[in-house]
């Protein structure tokens, strides 16, 4: 019989700012568009074409909920650098950013 550690069960990595991203773009398809399915690939593509466009500004809220969320799951990781002195973080309208209709 097989048997999983508990270790690799229990353990989670944390999100990158780029998979955070992805998971919204998703998220938000799916209640604009709920009954239509979800093409995985055009939505890959389509995401990372605009992520590749993005500032650092539009980018800057994606990489603050990837710092929050190391935070939360472990201290003994560092997050990655942010220059938050300017403004804080702006969350656009995804569906517009990544180009559905």
Same mark, same amino acid.
């Given at each position: #019989?097989?048997? #999983? *550690?508990?270790?690799?069960?229990?353990?989670?990595?944390? #999100?990158?700012? =780029?998979? &955070?991203?992805?998971? #919204? $773009?998703? !998220? +938000?398809?799916?209640?604009? =568009?709920?009954?239509? @399915?979800? !093409? +995985? !690939?055009?939505? *890959?593509?389509? $995401?990372?074409? /605009?992520?590749?466009?993005?500032? !650092?500004? +539009?980018?800057?809220?994606?990489?603050?909920?990837? &710092?929050?969320?190391? /935070?939360?799951?472990?201290?003994? @990781?560092?997050?990655? %650098?942010?220059?938050?002195?300017?403004s804080?973080? @702006?969350r %656009?309208?995804?569906?517009?950013? @990544?180009?559905?209709?």
């Amino acid at each position: #019989m097989l048997r #999983m *550690s508990s270790s690799s069960s229990t353990s989670k990595t944390t #999100m990158t700012a =780029f998979a &955070i991203f992805v998971k #919204m $773009c998703k !998220d +938000e398809h799916k209640t604009t =568009f709920p009954n239509e @399915v979800l !093409d +995985e !690939d055009l939505l *890959s593509t389509k $995401c990372t074409e /605009k992520w590749k466009t993005m500032t !650092d500004r +539009e980018k800057r809220w994606f990489i603050y909920l990837e &710092i929050e969320g190391r /935070k939360t799951k472990s201290s003994s @990781v560092t997050p990655r %650098k942010l220059d938050l002195t300017t403004s804080t973080p @702006v969350r %656009k309208n995804l569906s517009a950013a @990544v180009g559905f209709k």
